[in-house]
């Protein structure tokens, strides 16, 4: 069996080809790039040139640890020649404005989660990459993540035959007070977390037709936003998709599953970063398979981490695609449509109803 899962061990792998580096600036010095995006490129060999944030005692901080040869101004940075990477972790509303800079510098571009918080900015920047002819693409990672990732390539396989529903299940407790722009944002868990989900589902089922969500807070939270959601998703050929989240679990039984069933078995596992923010643990996955000569439910050895081995994925990706390799698939245009599929779930929240996808 060990043998058998070569082909997903393979599809997990995330080192990047040396030969496809490319200078690398590194636009906010906040939480997700000390702990994860700066973690990453360094295992995995990337050359980071720079960084610059609005805090300049931030950026210089991040420097230092990361052992990167300077720090910047954006300008400076979008001036350097030696920079044909412009990595943005930022504020959600100051990203665009940064992404149409370096897209007019001549810069490819891996843009962070939402690309932009609607999807009419968001086209807009798609277009604009597309009209200077550089690459943008969002670092949509969790499909990167080793579960997630190995899930995905069993089901390419057709280990679990045809799939006929995705489940992503979390229970857990979030501490947002470190993002006051979180904390005071109208959209909390759509727009910032589920967008996770909703990436990874449509990278196994596609595109949804329908989609209907209820959303909820728990009575003296902290964040003004939505801190509960449950969503269902419906795919041609009576398919579907269910991503249930609660951030405000205080009962100390945290949990996050995902749940992938087919005609002929099912993947189940669970989102080991979720369990401990942003530490985290490995993710595990377990097949049940009728195609292969499997007894029950068998563990694939997950060995790496959401946080922070999957961050080298989007780059990678865009690494090759700037190669001519292969199209990213988190490209701009793509991410544009977990935008919308975000903006979907808000207008159901709001009217009640049923949505359909992709909006008119
Ligand atoms: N798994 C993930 O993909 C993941 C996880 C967490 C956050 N994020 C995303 O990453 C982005 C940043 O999140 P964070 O947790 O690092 O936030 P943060 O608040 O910790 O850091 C944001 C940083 O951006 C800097 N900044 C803001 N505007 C800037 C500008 N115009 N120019 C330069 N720097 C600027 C701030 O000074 C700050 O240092 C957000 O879009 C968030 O949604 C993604």
Redesign the pocket.
């Known amino acids: 069996m060990i043998d058998l899962f070569r082909p997903v061990t393979r599809a997990c792998d995330l080192t990047i080809d040396p030969g496809l580096h490319r200078g690398i600036g590194v636009?906010?010095?906040?939480?997700?790039?000390?702990?994860?995006h700066l973690p990453a490129y360094r295992a995995a060999g990337l050359p980071v040139l720079g960084i610059?944030?609005?805090?300049a005692d931030?950026?210089e901080r991040a420097r230092a640890e990361f052992g990167l040869p300077r720090s910047y101004t954006?300008e400076e940075m979008l001036a350097d020649k030696a920079i044909e990477i412009v990595d943005?972790?930022?504020?959600?509303?100051?990203?665009p404005?940064?992404v149409r800079a370096a897209l007019a510098a001549g810069k490819h571009v891996l843009a962070?989660?939402?690309l932009a918080t609607s999807s009419t900015v968001g086209r807009e920047l798609v277009t604009l990459a597309k009209n200077l002819g550089r690459s943008l693409v969002v670092?949509?990672?969790?499909r990167y993540g080793e579960g997630m990732a190995a899930a995905r390539a069993m089901v390419e396989l057709g280990w679990i035959g045809e799939v006929t529903h995705m489940t992503i299940d979390t229970d857990i407790i979030t501490d947002w007070s470190?993002?006051?722009?979180?904390v005071n944002s109208p959209r909390l868990d759509l727009?910032?977390h589920s967008i996770?989900y909703f990436d990874s589902v449509r990278a196994v089922l596609g595109d949804p037709q329908q989609v209907t969500c209820v959303a909820g807070r728990r009575p003296g939270q902290l964040a003004v936003g939505e801190t509960r959601t449950l969503t269902t998703l419906t795919f041609p050929g009576a398919r579907s998709a269910l991503v249930k989240v609660n951030h405000e679990n205080h009962t100390g039984d945290q949990h996050a599953t995902f749940r992938i069933d087919g005609s002929d078995g099912a993947i189940r596992g669970t989102i080991g970063?979720l369990y401990d923010y942003?530490h985290g643990r490995p993710d595990t996955v377990e097949l049940n398979s009728a195609v292969l000569p499997t007894d029950g439910w068998v563990p694939y050895p997950v060995t790496s981490r959401?946080?922070p081995d999957?961050?080298a994925g989007p780059m990678r990706a865009l690494l090759g695609e700037i190669a001519g390799l292969a199209p990213a698939p988190t490209t701009a245009a793509d991410a544009l449509r977990t935008l919308q599929l975000v903006e979907c779930g808000y207008a159901s929240i709001a009217s009640g109803a049923t949505v359909s996808f992709p909006p008119d």
């Open positions: 636009v906010g010095a906040g939480a997700i790039t000390t702990v994860a610059t944030d609005l805090d931030r950026a954006l943005v972790a930022v504020f959600p509303e100051a990203q404005d940064i962070q989660k939402p670092n949509q990672q969790m470190a993002w006051s722009w979180i727009m910032y996770h970063l942003p959401w946080i999957a961050f």
